[in-house]
Each structure stands twice: as structure tokens, then as C-alpha cells.
């Protein structure tokens, strides 16, 4: 897929335990905060975003957290099943409100265990 | 709905040759966005168009790449000539809006390798 040569981090969870994602962001300017699942041969999938104004938002099975003075981003995933297995990024926006024009992290490798 | 729709997805062309890959994006958005990523680096903005018109393209490394969007439908990236460095995978997102609550919806990325 397209990570090869791209060493990415590692986590390895079991099915049904929760999986907790974390990711260092660099502009303090930014304002807006999206998490991208990728799955293999295929584009960046969009999770959940938040925005700087908040410190967590919650969807199905997924939660984020913004903690804005260390500038730190988190996806929590409850539950995680098989089907979570892929790369996540986060991607921030450092341009206020002038388009999606978004700086993405590394990506951690997610792989949950039968 | 159809999705962001990318051609080809796989391209493999020699150094100094030209390759133009498509971009057709949801029906209805108006902001298309091309991003890449090269080997071993993160994904990176390359530019934006709003229709018809670029809105930024702060991203293009060089002048090698030419990006079009005629009539403000589907998109054009041009790669001429392409050098070894261009290797990566391109992806191609669209939004309705411009920014929040606007998601980008990305393409499944066309696998360029320039030998």
C-alpha cells in the first residue's frame, strides 16, 4: 500500500478493547483538527473533526480530544473491531478558516488482534 | 453518491516523460484539492481550486507540475518532465465548503513510479 517505506508507529490491540491514537500537532495557530482512517489501497477516510473551541467531540464508537496547551490530538476508539485495522492521521488546519488546506501527522498504524 | 474518482491508479513512466492524472470530483463541490505523498513523508497540500479558479497553490513544488480545472468540473495534474522525486502517490479530495463542517472527501490516490 502507499505506507510502504514510510515507517510508521504501531498499535496492537485486541478486538473489543478500546484503542486510544495520539498525535503531536505544530501550529499553535490552527484551528480545526480531523482524524483520517486509511485503509489499504485507498484514500484517507474521514472520521471526526473538532474545532479548537472545543476540547472533545464525540461520534459512534470514536472520540476525540484537543488539549490545546500541549498541542495534543487523540482518537479513542471503543470497542475496536477488526474492520478498524488501518493507518490513522491527524490533520490540522492552519490557515483559519481558508479552506482545507491540511497539514497531516506521520500516521499510526493501527492492527487489532482476532 | 459517487464518490472522488482518480485515473489512472497506477502510473509507471520513465524519468523525463509526461503523465497527467484526472481528478473528478463529487458531484457538486466546488473545492478540489490535490495533495501527494512522496515516499517516507506525510501527505502534503499541493493546491486548491474554488471551480474554476486556483485558490492557492502554494504546495506546487515546481514548475514541472501544472494542475487545471476547465469549466470547473473534473481536474487535471500534469507531471512534465517527470524526475525520480515525483515518485508517490497523488490524491485528489473534494468539499462543498470551503472549510468547517465541509469535510474533504479524498480519492482512492493514483500510485505514480517514475523510473
Known amino acids: 500500500g502507499e505506507s510502504v517505506g514510510l515507517h510508521l508507529p504501531t498499535l496492537s490491540v485486541q478486538e473489543g478493547d478500546n484503542s486510544i491514537i495520539n498525535c503531536a500537532y505544530s501550529?499553535?495557530?490552527?484551528?480545526?483538527f480531523i482524524w483520517y482512517k486509511q485503509e489499504s489501497g485507498k484514500g484517507p477516510q474521514f472520521i471526526i473533526d473538532i474545532r479548537s473551541n472545543m476540547d472533545k467531540r464525540q461520534g459512534q464508537r470514536v472520540t476525540v480530544l484537543l488539549n490545546k496547551t500541549v498541542k495534543h490530538l487523540s482518537l479513542q476508539i471503543a470497542a475496536t473491531q477488526p474492520g478498524d485495522s488501518a493507518v490513522y492521521f491527524c490533520a490540522e488546519n492552519p490557515r483559519k478558516g481558508a479552506g482545507n488546506m491540511l497539514t497531516f501527522g506521520g500516521g499510526t498504524r493501527l492492527m487489532v488482534k482476532p | 453518491e459517487a464518490g472522488v474518482t482518480q485515473f489512472p491508479s497506477h502510473s509507471v513512466i520513465e524519468k523525463g516523460q509526461t503523465v497527467t492524472l484526472r481528478c473528478d470530483p463529487i458531484s457538486g463541490h466546488d473545492n478540489l484539492y490535490w495533495y501527494r505523498r512522496v515516499m517516507g513523508k506525510e501527505i502534503k497540500f499541493l493546491l486548491h481550486f474554488v471551480k474554476e479558479s486556483k485558490q492557492d497553490e502554494s504546495g506546487m513544488p515546481n514548475n514541472r507540475f501544472l494542475a487545471e480545472r476547465t469549466g470547473g468540473t473534473y481536474s487535471t495534474l500534469k507531471v512534465q518532465p517527470a524526475e525520480l522525486e515525483d515518485s508517490g502517490v497523488y490524491f485528489c479530495?473534494?468539499?462543498?465548503?470551503?472549510?468547517?463542517?465541509?469535510?474533504?472527501?479524498f480519492g482512492n490516490g493514483t500510485r505514480l513510479t517514475v523510473t
Open positions: 479530495a473534494s468539499s462543498q465548503g470551503g472549510t468547517y463542517n465541509s469535510p474533504l472527501h
Open positions: 501550529n499553535s495557530a490552527s484551528d480545526y
